[in-house]
T-cell receptor
Framework: KNQVEQSPQSLIILEGKNCTLQCNYTVSPFSNLRWYKQDTGRGPVSLTI?????NTKSNGRYTATLDADTKQSSLHITASQLSDSASYICVVLEYGNKLVFGAGTILRVKS | DGGITQSPKYLFRKEGQNVTLSCEQN?????MYWYRQDPGQGLRLIYY???????QKGDIAEGYSVSREKKESFPLTVTSAQKNPTAFYLCASNRGDRGTNQPQHFGDGTRLSIL
């Protein structure tokens, strides 16, 4: 069964610190991997999209990495801000047009 | 500004009642989607439409119905047959079909609860 597993489930960090969120997937065949940010009570907003040939992609303080061989991705947040508090969702597009969503990692940034 | 508008923000359903969730987009996107989000779970696809007057069932279509009479609009009806309707419902859209590298744009959701 195609799955996307994210870890940790939740994370609390101090403002200004860095953190890394993990995503492991078993989706095959694979087309691309996406990271979304979802604020509480809002819809998800796209951060990055990577195809299998891309190893890293940045969007401001957010940097996503992808290892298609080990089927792992990470999202690194640099110099965290209070506004980074949200759920971060990893989504894998299976070749053949099916999106498989992870359950998300809830990040809380404390001052 | 272009975007997706979902209404209402909160909705309450009485037992045996059908309720309809609205989704409107002004992004000129061909494809539209409905997802259900439950705590601790990934989004699950209910229905999707790639073109006006055509739509397909997703993974959890039972107890739901949709229509696509206009490109801009994709309403979702939660029928009385859906026995566990309490969830956060998200509408999304993008260009082309689901296989593109274009990200899906999401609305801000409707939270449905049972009275």
């Amino acid at each position: 069964k195609n799955q996307v597993e994210q870890s940790p489930q939740s994370l609390i960090i101090l403002e200004g610190k860095n953190c890394t969120l993990q995503c492991n997937y078993t989706v095959s065949p694979f087309s691309n991997l996406r990271w979304y940010k979802q604020d509480t009570g809002r819809g998800p907003v796209s951060l990055t999209i990577m195809t299998f040939s891309e190893n890293t992609k940045s969007n401001g303080r957010y940097t996503a990495t992808l290892d298609a061989d080990t089927k792992q991705s990470s999202l690194h947040i640099t110099a965290s801000q209070l506004s980074d508090s949200a759920s971060y969702i990893c989504v894998v597009l299976e070749y053949g047009n099916k999106l498989v969503f992870g359950a998300g990692t809830i990040l809380r940034v404390k001052s | 500004d272009g975007g997706i508008t979902q209404s209402p923000k909160y909705l309450f359903r009485k037992e045996g009642q059908n309720v309809t969730l609205s989704c409107e987009q002004n992004l000129n996107h061909d494809a539209m989607y409905w997802y259900r989000q439950d705590p601790g779970q990934g989004l699950r696809l209910i229905y999707y439409s790639q073109i006006v007057n055509d739509f397909q069932k997703g993974d959890i279509a039972e107890g739901y119905s949709v229509s696509r009479e206009k490109k801009e609009s994709f309403p979702l009806t939660v029928t009385s047959a859906q026995k566990n309707p309490t969830a956060f419902y998200l509408c999304a859209s993008n260009r082309g079909d689901r296989g593109t590298n274009q990200p899906q744009h999401f609305g801000d959701g409707t939270r449905l609860s049972i009275l």
